[in-house]
């Protein structure tokens, strides 16, 4: 089955930096998902990818995929403490699974 | 607005009493899923179904099931629940299969403990 690696696990960074969230497929990625979740509630929707190459941006928000790596990244510019959360990746090749997730703070 | 409701929110159980969790879409989505999720673990698929299609995973425990009666509601069964099922239980519906159409919007998920 596929496995979705995530990195780092946790990351605590100062209010406006820039920070970079990983995802690494054991298999070949036909798509990409991410969400986020605040702590002790359901998963939010971010964007999907679904071509090599693809890159997409909400707010401040951006994700790529690189088919050929099997990865994905999630750029987040300038942070906020409404950032915070964690962010979970999610392949569908067959049925959806998930990495285990990043956990971010967000420093004031 | 078009949403994803689960009730209750929090559920508290003795353990091996029966449990039922609610879900309820007003996106008239063809699918439903379950998913168990423990403290910092991924989100597990347990089941879904698609229309009236039940779709069990292969290491789901017996002990859960799940009832689908209309497109808009579908329930989770939990028969004897054991300490090792307490867990944030989220519910999510997408339109159909595959990549667009497959993306899942989730619940605000319940939390159910074991005592």
């Known amino acids: 089955s596929q496995e979705l690696e995530q990195s780092p696990q946790s990351l605590i960074v100062q209010e406006g930096k820039n920070l970079t969230i990983n995802c690494t497929s054991s298999?070949?990625?036909?798509?990409l998902y991410w969400y986020k979740q605040k702590y002790g509630e359901g998963l939010i929707f971010l964007m999907m990818?679904?071509?090599?190459?693809e890159e997409k941006s909400h707010e401040k928000i951006t994700a790529k995929l690189d088919e050929k790596k099997q990865q994905s990244s999630l750029h987040i510019t300038a942070s906020q403490p409404s950032h915070a959360g964690i962010y979970l990746c999610?392949?569908?090749?067959?049925?959806?699974?998930f990495g285990a997730g990043t956990r971010l703070t967000v420093k004031p | 607005d078009a949403m994803v409701i689960q009730n209750p929110r929090y559920q508290v159980t003795q353990f091996g009493k029966p449990v039922t969790l609610s879900c309820s879409q007003t996106?008239?989505?063809?699918?439903m899923y379950w998913y168990q999720q423990k403290s910092s673990q991924a989100p597990k698929l347990l089941f879904h179904?698609?229309?009236?299609?039940?779709?069990n995973e292969a290491d789901t425990p017996d002990n859960f099931q799940s009832r689908r009666p209309n497109t808009s509601f579908c329930f989770l069964d939990i028969r004897s629940p054991g300490l090792g099922d307490a867990a944030m239980y989220l519910c999510?519906?997408?339109?159909?299969?595959?990549?667009?159409?497959?993306?899942?919007?989730f619940g605000p998920g319940t939390r159910l403990t074991v005592l």
């Open positions: 999510a519906t997408s339109r159909d299969k595959g990549l667009a159409d497959g993306t899942q919007y």
């Open positions: 298999k070949t990625l036909y798509g």
């Open positions: 990818l679904q071509k090599g190459g």
């Open positions: 999610g392949a569908a090749n067959n049925d959806m699974r």
């Open positions: 996106l008239n989505h063809n699918v």
């Open positions: 179904y698609y229309d009236k299609d039940f779709n």
